[in-house]
């Protein structure tokens, strides 16, 4: 089976803060995305990776960078988290083209006070 | 950029009857469209999928239409159940070299009354 995997499944953190969400695959797929969760706006696309050290932004990257320095390891970083940051982060991957099926972790649910 | 919209943000049944949920995409170029089942405090697990040279697909009690043309496709759960109860998500690719990207929909939250 496939497993993504997020080390930090709740956090806590206070206004200013750097912030480092990480997760791992165990696939070796090439593609690896941070998507974020919130009510009644779906899953939106903070930032993809589809190499090693390769980074593309999504759709929200504003407040967010990544980091890919090994193939199976993609972290979201938030430099100065802020309290509009709270909400859940999915990570995922995927083989490399399009229209491969997309594997999410279980999701790290941060919160920022 | 893909625009994805789905239809309705919630819906509740008994259990036994049908369910649909559609969507809408703007990119005439998508040609992957998944659905996603997310159970609480989970995250999402794909159910099912459709490619765009198909027009049905079916897998036990569920299926999912496209329709190219209008750039709509819908997700229909048949004679459901308790467990069923979850949040669905629809998506779409971009098409070309877009590394796999899917742009969601909203999520519907479906619930299925005993």
């Known amino acids: 089976d496939v497993k993504v995997t997020q080390s930090s499944r709740y956090l806590v953190k206070r206004t200013g803060e750097k912030v480092f969400l990480e997760c791992v695959q165990d696939m070796d797929h090439e593609n690896m995305f941070w998507y974020r969760q919130d009510p009644g706006l779906g899953l939106r696309l903070i930032y993809f990776s589809y190499d090693v050290k390769m980074k593309e932004k999504g759709d929200i990257p504003e407040g967010y960078s990544v980091s890919r320095e090994k193939k199976e390891r993609f972290s979201l970083i938030l430099e100065s988290a802020s309290t509009n940051q709270t909400s859940m982060y999915l990570c995922?991957?995927?083989?490399?083209?399009?229209?491969?099926?997309?594997?999410f972790g279980e999701g790290s649910w941060l919160t920022v006070v | 950029g893909e625009n994805v919209e789905q239809h309705p943000s919630t819906l509740s049944v008994q259990e036994g009857d049908s369910a649909v949920i559609k969507c809408t995409y703007s990119?005439?170029?998508?040609?992957?469209f998944p659905w996603y089942k997310q159970e609480l405090g989970k995250g999402p697990q794909l159910i099912i999928d459709i490619r765009s040279n198909v027009g049905e697909k079916k897998d036990q009690r569920i299926a999912v239409t496209l329709n190219k043309t209008a750039k709509h496709f819908s997700l229909h759960i048949t004679e459901t159940q308790p467990e069923d109860s979850a949040v669905y998500f629809c998506a779409a690719n971009a098409g070309g070299t877009s590394y796999g990207k899917l742009t969601f929909g909203q999520g519907t939250i479906l619930t299925v009354h005993p």
């Open positions: 990119d005439s170029a998508s040609n992957y």
């Open positions: 995922a991957s995927s083989y490399t083209y399009s229209g491969n099926t997309i594997y």
